[in-house]
C-alpha cells in the first residue's frame, strides 16, 4: 500500500450540499491535503470553504462539460503545488420529464452534465496520475441507475453510463495504482428535488427502510475511504448508499 506524501483533490460541484461536506470532510481529517473545489456560477458555499481553510482550501474555476475547461482547470491545479491525485467527479443535475414529453434539449443536456462531464475529467487526470503510479477517481453516480424511476429516462442512462465507465477505467489502470470507483446515493438531506411537496417528503421517507435520508456527511465519509491508501485494493466498485431503499 503506498501514497503519495500529500493529496491533491478535486471535487467538481464543490458549491452543492454533497460536494461541500466532501470537501469538509477531507480538509478535517487529513491536514496535508490541499482541496481544489470545482465551481462555475455558485460559490458561496466554496468561497466559505475557503476562508475556513486558508491556504488549503483553493477556488478552481471548471466548465464541466468543456475539454478546454478541464485543460485550464487541470493547470491552475499544477501551478499551485502538483497535479491532481484525487478526483471526485461530483456535478451533475437533473431535469425530470417523460420520455414522451422530453426535449431534445433536455436529453442532451442532462447527459452532458453528468455523463460526458465524467469522461473529460478522468480524461483529463488520467495522465498525470500515471505519471505518479498513484491516483483515487470517485465517480458520483445515483440510485437511479440502479433503480430507474419513470420521468428521470435522461438522468438514468447517464448515471448508467456512469457505472460502466467506471467499470471499464478500472481495469485499464488496476495495474498503475490508480482505483476507480462509484457511488449510488439516495436521498441526501438539503439535496431533495425543488418541486418536491411536503406529503412527497413524507412518503419518499416511509419507503426507506430507515425512515430518513442519508446526511451529507455520511456520503462524504465513503468518498473519503475510496480515495484513502487503505482502498487500495476495491476498484471498479459501484457503492449502493441508500439506507435499504432498493
Known amino acids: 500500500m ?8 478535486l471535487i467538481t460541484g464543490a458549491n452543492g450540499v454533497l460536494g461541500d461536506a466532501t470537501a469538509r470532510h477531507f480538509l478535517e481529517r487529513d491536514p496535508e491535503c490541499q482541496v481544489h473545489l470545482g465551481v462555475r456560477e455558485r460559490r458561496d458555499r466554496a468561497e466559505a470553504l475557503v476562508a475556513a481553510f486558508p491556504g488549503r482550501a ?5 466548465e464541466i462539460t468543456r475539454p478546454e475547461g ?3 482547470a487541470m493547470a491552475l491545479i499544477e501551478s499551485r503545488g502538483g497535479p491532481v491525485n484525487v478526483l471526485v467527479n461530483n456535478a451533475g443535475y437533473h431535469e425530470d420529464a417523460l420520455l414522451a414529453n422530453m426535449s431534445a434539449q433536455q436529453w442532451q443536456g442532462v447527459l452532458d452534465a453528468n455523463l460526458n462531464a465524467v469522461f ?3 480524461q483529463a487526470v488520467l495522465k498525470p496520475m500515471m505519471s505518479q503510479r498513484w491516483g483515487r477517481i ?3 453516480a445515483s440510485l437511479s441507475a440502479l433503480h430507474s424511476p419513470a420521468g428521470q429516462a435522461n438522468y438514468a442512462a447517464a448515471k448508467a453510463g456512469v457505472l460502466g465507465l467506471t467499470q471499464s ?7 498503475l495504482g490508480i482505483t476507480v470507483n462509484a457511488i449510488c446515493p439516495g436521498h ?3 439535496a431533495l428535488p425543488a418541486g418536491w411537496s411536503e406529503e412527497q417528503v413524507k412518503a419518499v421517507r416511509r419507503e426507506t427502510p430507515m425512515r430518513r435520508f442519508a446526511r451529507p456527511e455520511e456520503i462524504a465519509a465513503v468518498v473519503f475511504f475510496l480515495a484513502s491508501p487503505e482502498a ?12 435499504g431503499l432498493v
Not at 4 to 9: L, N, W, Y
Not at 169 to 175: C, G, I
Open 70 to 72: 478541464w485543460a485550464d
Open 2 to 9: 503506498t501514497s503519495p506524501p500529500s493529496r491533491r483533490i
Open 120 to 122: 473529460h475529467g478522468c
Open 138 to 140: 470517485i465517480n458520483v
Open 188 to 190: 441526501i438531506e438539503g
Open 169 to 175: 477505467l478500472s481495469k485499464e489502470t488496476a495495474r
Open 58 to 62: 483553493h477556488l478552481c474555476p471548471l
Open 232 to 243: 487500495s485494493y476495491m476498484t471498479g466498485s459501484a457503492l449502493k448508499l441508500d439506507g
